[in-house]
């Protein structure tokens, strides 16, 4: 986390130099060496749970795994379940049971880059069943202390609260219009506190909030979110049809998922403070470019994603 928040372009340059390294090449073999030492304990955990099917949300663990199962130490299949509207090379693990694309490009770059055809399934990225059944817009706005009302914006730094949230919320709050920001700050104490001391000056217009175990809620009340696009947050505005403008993404899996949303006309992106209010005070002011990006949005949302890869893994017979 310290390295993507502080030096997000040695981050750029990991993410690229790590998708152009052949999986046989030195140090390819080296790092998952290191790896195995490192995670003794997810093979014992599997032996205690038994499990009859694993899906991976991670390469690392489908790498250990795939190696396990050549070794025959390993009898039930073992899934992929890419996280992100872009495939790296180190999710492209070969030979086990299935394979879970975010879109129908993920799924050609896995057949492109030797994946078998009949094993991969575009599914969408599984979210919490929670975003496939959010209560109205005014329900969820009365139980988080809003207007349902006014214009209902939501900034969002992770469950870590990273970025300068303090800061973006004092530029939208220049914004001489009638509306109203969640600010989330995760974990983030400081950062919480920070938002506090921003609100006492905004009555009635900035809400901090720490980190939250319902979300969805507050996703389902708002008009527009604002923050950056990892894979879950990415899916979880699209199956609830919220636009969100992307703000200062992470060079390389974030990059990709906000090519996703702009190419798809479901988001838009600030790459400053300064992009961020022009964009904000533009949808604020023309409601029916909004209203094209939620559409849009909820055209591309798949609540139900989760669901499809366990009807998929079930299907499969036992190993």
């Known amino acids: 986390m310290r390295l993507v928040d502080k030096f997000p372009a040695l981050w750029a340059q ?3 130099i790590t998708d152009e390294t052949p999986p046989d090449a030195a140090l390819a073999r080296l790092r998952r060496a290191v790896e195995r030492l490192n995670t003794r304990r997810l093979g014992e955990a ?3 749970f038994a499990p009859d099917a694993i899906v991976c949300t991670h390469f690392l663990p489908a790498e250990l795994l795939a190696r396990a199962q050549s070794r025959g130490r390993l009898p039930c299949p073992v899934h992929v379940q890419v996280t992100d509207f872009d495939l790296h090379a180190l999710w492209v693990v070969p030979q086990l049971a299935g394979y879970f694309a975010a879109s129908d490009e ?6 492109a880059r030797g994946l078998a055809a009949d094993r991969i399934h575009v599914t969408g990225i599984p979210i919490m069943p929670a975003f496939a059944d959010v209560a109205d817009r005014t329900t969820c706005a009365a139980a988080a202390g809003l207007d349902p009302q006014w214009p209902i914006l939501l900034l969002m730094g992770g469950g870590a609260g990273v970025g300068a949230l303090d800061e973006a919320a004092a530029g939208l709050l220049r914004i001489p219009s009638d509306f109203q920001l969640v600010a989330l700050a995760g974990r983030n104490e400081a950062m919480l506190q920070r938002l506090q001391a921003l609100a ?3 009555p009635g217009r900035l809400f901090p909030q720490g980190f939250t175990d319902t979300i969805e809620r507050l996703m389902g009340c708002a008009d527009l979110a604002i923050g950056k696009p990892g894979g879950l947050t990415t899916s979880e505005c699209l199956a609830l049809g ?4 992307v703000f200062a993404p992470i060079p390389g899996q974030e ?4 090519d996703y949303l702009l190419e798809n006309g479901a988001g838009l992106k600030a790459v400053d403070a300064i992009a961020l209010e022009y964009r904000v ?3 604020l002011e023309q409601p029916q470019r909004l209203a094209r990006l939620r559409d849009n949005a909820r055209a591309l949302g ?5 669901v499809d890869v366990l009807r998929r893994v079930l299907a499969e017979p036992a190993g």
């Open 281 to 283: 005070r533009l949808l």
């Open 200 to 202: 006492a000056t905004q």
């Open 14 to 16: 990991l993410y690229r």
């Open 255 to 258: 990059e990709r998922n906000c």
């Open 242 to 245: 919220l636009p969100l403008i």
């Open 46 to 48: 599997i032996a205690t």
């Open 106 to 111: 993920v799924a050609l770059r896995m057949r």
């Open 302 to 306: 798949r609540p139900q994603a989760a």
